[in-house]
C-alpha cells in the first residue's frame, strides 16, 4: 500500500494558489479513480481506495504547509508504512512550469512542506516535484507561491494534473518511470510524421489539389492550357 501525500493550505482562500499544486493533484485523482468521499483524519483529510488489486490512501495535511510533516507521519504510523511507501506531489519552484520530475531521497531545498516532513520521517521518501517556475527573485518566491494561478496557465495545467491521474496506478505501483510516461503523453503527446496529433484530419484548404482527379474534358483542358 502507497501513502500517496499533496502538499498545500488548507481553505479556499488558497485552493487556486501555486503552492497548492499537490492538492489540486490528489483531487483530479480521486475524482477520476472513483475514491471516496474524503475524512477527517491524522490532521488532515483522506480518501482510500484502490487501483485495480493496489491499494492506496490519499492524504491531504491540512496543518498548513509548514506543518505537513505532522500529518504524515501521524498516517504513516497508523498505517503501519516505511519512508519508501510515501509519495509527496509538491510544487517546485525549481521548474519550468509545465515539467514534472520524479525523485527519490535528497533535500528538501528550501521548501518548508519537505522541510517538515523531513523532520518526521526522514528523507527516504518519493516526490513528484511539479515545476510553477520561479519569480525571479528568491525574496518574491514566498509571495509567488500564495498567489493563485493565472488564466494563461490554465492549458497546461490541466494537462499536467490529467497526467498525474492517468499515472497514478503506477504510483500505487511505486514505478516512477511508467508515470512519468504517463504525464509525458498529456504534457507532449506523440505527433505523426506529418506533423499532426495522432488521429487529426487535414483541414480542406490543406489537402493537396494534385491529389484530386481530374475531371475536365479534352477540350476543356486544352482551352484551360492555353487562356
Given at each position: 500500500?502507497?501513502?500517496?501525500?499533496?502538499?498545500?493550505?488548507?481553505?479556499?482562500?488558497?485552493?487556486?494558489?501555486?503552492?497548492?499544486i499537490g492538492f489540486m493533484a490528489l483531487d483530479?485523482?480521486?475524482?477520476?479513480?472513483?475514491?471516496?468521499?474524503?475524512?477527517?483524519?491524522?490532521?488532515?483529510?483522506?480518501?482510500?481506495?484502490?487501483?485495480?488489486?493496489?491499494?492506496?490512501?490519499?492524504?491531504?495535511?491540512?496543518?498548513?504547509?509548514?506543518k505537513s510533516g505532522d500529518s504524515v507521519g501521524a498516517a504513516m504510523r497508523f498505517y503501519k508504512l516505511e519512508p519508501a511507501d510515501v509519495i509527496v506531489l509538491h510544487d517546485e519552484i525549481d521548474l519550468a512550469p509545465g515539467k514534472v520530475r520524479w525523485k527519490i531521497g535528497g533535500g528538501h531545498a528550501g521548501h518548508n512542506g519537505l522541510r517538515s516532513i523531513h523532520a518526521h520521517i526522514g528523507p527516504e521518501?518519493?516526490?513528484?516535484?511539479?515545476?510553477?517556475?520561479?519569480?525571479?527573485?528568491?525574496?518574491?518566491?514566498?509571495?509567488?507561491?500564495?498567489?493563485?494561478?493565472?488564466?494563461a496557465d490554465e492549458d497546461w495545467l490541466d494537462d499536467v494534473l490529467r497526467g498525474c491521474s492517468d499515472g497514478a496506478p503506477h504510483l500505487a505501483q511505486g514505478d516512477g518511470p511508467k508515470f512519468m510516461n504517463a504525464?509525458?503523453?498529456?504534457?507532449?503527446?506523440?505527433?505523426?510524421?506529418?506533423?499532426?496529433?495522432?488521429?487529426?484530419?487535414?483541414?480542406?484548404?490543406?489537402?493537396?489539389?494534385?491529389?484530386?482527379?481530374?475531371?475536365?474534358?479534352?477540350?476543356?483542358?486544352?482551352?484551360?492550357?492555353?487562356?
Open positions: 500500500m502507497k501513502l500517496i501525500v499533496g502538499l498545500g493550505n488548507p481553505g479556499p482562500k488558497y485552493a487556486r494558489n501555486r503552492h497548492n483530479r485523482i480521486a475524482a477520476d479513480h472513483g475514491f471516496p468521499g474524503w475524512k477527517s483524519k491524522h490532521q488532515g483529510v483522506v480518501s482510500e481506495g484502490r487501483f485495480g488489486s493496489d491499494r492506496a490512501v490519499l492524504l491531504k495535511p491540512e496543518t498548513y504547509m509548514n521518501y518519493a516526490r513528484l516535484r511539479m515545476g510553477v517556475g520561479h519569480p525571479g527573485h528568491k525574496d518574491a518566491v514566498p509571495g509567488y507561491v500564495l498567489r493563485d494561478f493565472p488564466k504525464v509525458a503523453l498529456r504534457v507532449a503527446p506523440p505527433r505523426s510524421g506529418t506533423g499532426e496529433k495522432p488521429g487529426s484530419k487535414p483541414k480542406p484548404s490543406e489537402t493537396n489539389a494534385k491529389d484530386k482527379p481530374d475531371t475536365r474534358s479534352a477540350f476543356q483542358r486544352l482551352k484551360d492550357h492555353f487562356s
